[in-house]
């Protein structure tokens, strides 16, 4: 018996017409959509994608982070199961294709291998993860990472949102009591692939369809602290300043030209700066800016770590002004698995798709996985390289392209 999908979905097309579906759940006036772990709009919507999932004749169910699961059974009992999907937490405001496009493209994937081939050889799972983007609380991929053992209840005993909300709180509101909490641990799962919107332009200014994922960027993210002296904008001549904000621009000048000079992989990123006490005539006593450092090769991020942390040491020495380095994140670079990546080139090239070999910028749950098990990242391009936002973008033919491999690929894996 095929597997039927509620018709009211499918009426405008598959895909577009299940996004929009699904973009219902917290959508805002501007366009955007704000579905944040464990709030209502969350609960909405992952309940709603449990009824198409039986609508599908999946099996689903939840465990016990609220991480949704929708199980084809395989015909060999004794092999592991193939994993895919994507999360259905967005940012505020973000756009309706930032992982729910995967976990959409995922359904109508296995939904189309099952109208034409019947049940697999091993079991695939389709899973709409509870949280990767942390906008609502202080962490991310809690949903993967609960998966695969490295988050457990103890890693949020203590984490609040900005409103005062317990992470534990939350997670009972939402259905998911901590008292029953057992961890998650899947041993049974042979492979993950997850597609996703690129959240760059690199494919739309390279006109391809696909972008084959060789790694994921490894990100280091710290607080620099520059504590010079405040004092009187009109009465202390330039020699005699320990001004913080001008020792900051330097270090940011440096930092960045640095980064343009050592590979074109890597990026460094002052995206947050604070001035005290940030009036107009008095020269700033203490700076505070955050530095992010992304690259897919953990020794060039070393290397480079220590090149600019040298100069900012000597500089502060130099100029009599202390500077503090405080490191709050350490995320590793991972490597997507060669075969599944062979594999999916391969299909694009008997399918005449237009692909390339892409390094993911961004962090993914297959960032979680792909240290756990083989795993696979396809892109699809995302127009004019906007993301995070209400004017996030991916048109039909491109998100029918993606889903069209990304059946091809489970076929290859499953069948």
């Not at 520059?226 to 904008?233: F, M, Q, R």
């Not at 940011?252 to 074109?264: G, S």
């Not at 070999?357 to 756990?372: K, L, N, P, R």
């Amino acid at each position: 018996m095929a597997i039927q999908v509620n018709k009211q979905l499918m009426d405008k097309g598959q895909v577009e017409a299940m996004i929009e579906w699904l973009a219902s759940f917290g959508r805002e006036d501007n366009g955007g959509v704000t579905r944040l772990l464990y709030s209502p709009s969350w609960q909405e919507a992952q309940h709603a994608l449990k009824k198409v999932m039986e609508d599908m004749q999946l099996v689903p169910y939840f465990d016990c982070v609220g991480n949704l699961f929708g199980r084809l059974q395989g015909t060999d009992a004794n092999e592991k199961t193939i994993l895919t999907g994507s999360h259905i937490d967005t940012v505020v405001e973000g756009g309706k294709y930032d992982g729910a496009y995967g976990i959409v493209a995922s359904l109508l994937a296995v939904n189309r291998l099952f109208n034409k081939y019947g049940y697999p050889k091993k079991s695939i799972e389709v899973v709409s993860l509870s949280e990767e983007e942390g906008s609502r609380f202080p962490l991310t991929f809690w949903g993967s990472r609960n998966i695969t053992g490295s988050y457990n209840l103890e890693r949020v005993k203590n984490v609040q949102d900005a409103g005062g909300t317990s992470f534990l709180e939350a997670m009972k509101f939402a259905g998911f009591d901590p008292e029953k909490y057992t961890p998650p641990v899947r041993h049974d799962i042979e492979r993950f692939v997850e597609i996703h919107i690129e959240q760059g332009m690199v494919l739309e200014k390279n006109g391809n369809q696909i972008g084959v994922v060789t790694h994921i960027v490894g990100q280091r993210r710290y607080t620099i602290s520059i504590k010079g002296e405040s004092n009187h904008a009109g009465t202390t001549p330039m020699q005699y300043r320990k001004d913080a904000v001008s020792t900051a621009a330097y270090l940011i000048a440096f930092l960045t030209e640095k980064t343009k000079e050592w590979d074109p992989h890597l990026v460094a990123t002052v995206g947050k700066l604070l001035a005290s006490p940030n009036v107009p005539n008095v020269i700033a006593g203490e700076v505070e800016f955050s530095l992010d450092i992304r690259h897919h090769m953990e020794e060039i991020i070393d290397q480079y770590c220590n090149e600019i942390f040298a100069e900012f040491k000597r500089i502060a020495e130099n100029l009599n002004i202390e500077v503090s380095i405080a490191q709050w994140m350490d995320v590793k670079p991972v490597r997507m698995d060669v075969k599944m990546g062979d594999l999916a080139r391969r299909i694009g090239e008997e399918k005449n798709m237009r692909y390339q070999e892409m390094i993911s910028g961004a962090g993914h749950d297959a960032q979680v996985f792909g240290s756990s098990y083989p795993t696979c990242l396809l892109f699809v391009p995302s127009q004019n390289g906007i993301s995070h936002s209400p004017h996030e973008f991916t048109n039909r033919d491109d998100l029918e392209t993606g889903i069209e491999l990304l059946t091809e690929v489970l076929y290859k894996l499953a069948y």
